[in-house]
């Protein structure tokens, strides 16, 4: 019995050895600049958690000085057929880790219908 006291009381003495070798691991993680990817990925399940909705496409994306601007895609009201459903287009601010920092949306479209701006090339 002894030797299981032991086992136990070595188990315990080594758990924060462990605890400090995850912490600083975890340091090193939180100083390392998210990529463009993971960007994206936290963009994408930030706004639908904050919004219900879901994004279905990226249509901008670029780095900026304070973070990451984005312009999103989703889709506000199914209708049938497909082509009425209602669009809307969201500008999503992140800060230099990928924290959603703000949103807005910018348009409302229907789906099917070519954006105004862009159709006559002006």
């Known amino acids: 019995?002894?030797?299981?006291?032991?086992?136990s009381e070595?188990?315990?003495s080594q758990e924060p050895q462990d605890s400090q070798e995850n912490h600083h691991t975890s340091g090193r993680n939180a100083d390392r600049r998210p990529s463009p990817m993971?960007?994206?990925?936290?963009?994408?399940?930030?706004?639908?958690e904050l919004t219900g909705l879901a994004p279905e496409s990226v249509?901008?994306?670029e780095q900026s000085e304070?973070?990451?601007?984005?312009?999103?895609?989703v889709l506000?009201?199914?209708?049938?057929p497909d082509t009425m459903s209602l669009m809307a287009s969201y500008q999503?601010?992140?800060d230099p880790e990928g924290q959603l920092t703000g949103y807005r949306r910018v348009r409302r479209y229907?789906?099917?219908r070519a954006d105004a701006r862009r159709a006559g090339g002006h």
Do not use: I, P, Y
């Not at 304070?66 to 895609?73: A, K, Q, T, V, Y």
């Not at 506000?76 to 049938?80: F, N, P, S």
């Open 1 to 7: 019995m002894s030797n299981t006291k032991n086992t």
């Open 10 to 12: 070595s188990q315990d």
């Open 38 to 48: 993971e960007v994206l990925r936290q963009a994408r399940a930030q706004l639908a």
């Open 59 to 61: 249509s901008s994306f």
């Open 66 to 73: 304070d973070g990451w601007s984005l312009e999103m895609e």
């Open 76 to 80: 506000e009201l199914a209708r049938v």
């Open 92 to 94: 999503v601010e992140l």
């Open 110 to 112: 229907e789906r099917g």
